[in-house]
């Protein structure tokens, strides 16, 4: 048996949410035909099945762009710090993609290592994850290489699964989940299923293979020559996550400040003495490649890319990972073949 919600009660919950002073998100239209993730003020805003992906991931909604750690006040010699509060109200995300949400679940592990993260633990914590089974995909799709699908439950708290007449089935994976849709759905024979799958692409096994035993490889040179080093790429990825922290103030009050940074600009490694590591932007590929998938999986044993293709959708060369590693995974090919014959 499966349950199902009808629309309009879905609409209810989403109202009920807003005016109880909860914070709602979900896709919305933008300028220019694009699509956002954001926080709404009505149940209409929110567009369940956009016609083109959203532009930005989840991922701000756990771990924000810029985020207040401390503020501190200096007083002749003394120095007074205030912490902030992290995240006050519950926050509940709608209509998220399958990939957004499966990349909070590549996430967790990392933000619970060396450190434990309060700022990331609280607000996933306070935040219930409602996904959507994929209608719609572009050629930039690639979950299933990955091993992921469009109806994953990986990260999400319920999925929607569109049944038309307005009717949806859920399924509920977690008890925030549950509580959300609890007395809201009625038992059913009907089930969904995601209408869009994209196809398999590459081997994963066979990039992690390559990665291990080609560090020094021509191919990152080869594949970062249309590489402008804008970093757009990793800030659209949900599974991107560095950062950096900063002072901003003067020497007499200010806050310290987290915000995101992008290992794709050349001053991302740049030491104070002028050295620089990693000094060309084939090194800075190589090593957005190598971390996502041979060390982040060597380490959590997760691929650090959940597939959903927005690095490339939004890369104004159009490069971003996945015509990387397809490139990889046929000079793969022909290093098998070479080794064969
Ligand atoms: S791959 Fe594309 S989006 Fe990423 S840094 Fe290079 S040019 Fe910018
Ligand atoms: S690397 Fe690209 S495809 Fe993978 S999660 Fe990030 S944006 Fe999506």
């Not at 490694?269 to 990693?278: D, E, K, L, V």
């Not at 990387?324 to 073949?337: F, I, P, R």
Request: hydrophobic residues 35%; proline residues 5%.
């Amino acid at each position: 048996m499966s349950e199902i919600i009808q629309e309009k009660t879905l609409q209810e919950i989403i109202r009920s949410l807003i005016s109880n002073g909860k914070t709602v998100a979900g896709p919305m239209a933008g300028t220019n035909h694009r699509y956002f993730y954001k926080a709404v003020d009505s149940s209409d805003e929110i567009l369940f099945d956009p016609p083109g992906m959203p532009m930005n991931s989840i991922k701000e909604f756990v771990f924000p762009r810029r985020e207040v750690l401390y503020t501190f006040q200096r007083d002749g010699h003394d120095v007074t710090l205030t912490e902030q509060p992290v995240l006050e109200r519950e926050q509940y995300i709608f209509g998220v993609r399958p990939c957004d949400a499966a990349a909070n679940a590549i996430l967790d592990p990392l933000f619970a290592w060396d450190y434990n993260d309060q700022f990331y633990q609280q607000r996933r914590e306070k935040t219930t994850v409602v996904t959507m089974a994929c209608k719609n995909i572009d050629e930039h799709c690639f979950c299933t290489s990955l091993g992921l699908n469009p109806e994953t439950e990986q990260g999400a708290d319920a999925i929607l699964l569109d049944l038309g007449n307005g009717e949806y089935e859920v399924r509920m994976f977690t008890e925030k989940g549950k509580k959300l849709f609890a007395g809201k759905t009625t038992p059913s024979e009907k089930t969904g299923h995601a209408v869009a799958v994209p196809e398999v692409k590459f081997s994963v096994e066979t990039v992690t293979d390559y990665l291990r035993e080609h560090f020094d490889d021509p191919i990152w040179s080869e594949t970062s020559l249309r590489c402008v080093g804008c970093g757009a790429c990793t800030f659209v990825c949900p599974t991107c996550h560095c950062f950096d922290i900063l002072d901003e103030g003067n020497s007499m009050f200010g806050a310290r400040v987290k915000t995101w940074d992008t290992c794709q600009s050349a001053l991302f490694t740049h030491h104070a003495s002028g050295h620089n590591p990693r000094n060309n932007q084939a090194q800075r590929q190589r090593n957005r490649i190598q971390h996502k998938f041979r060390i982040y999986p060597d380490k959590f044993d997760r691929i650090l890319c959940s597939g959903c293709g927005n690095c490339t959708r939004e890369c104004s060369t159009s490069l971003g990972v996945r015509p990387v590693l397809q490139y990889l995974t046929e000079k793969a090919a022909l290093v098998t073949k070479e080794v064969s014959s």
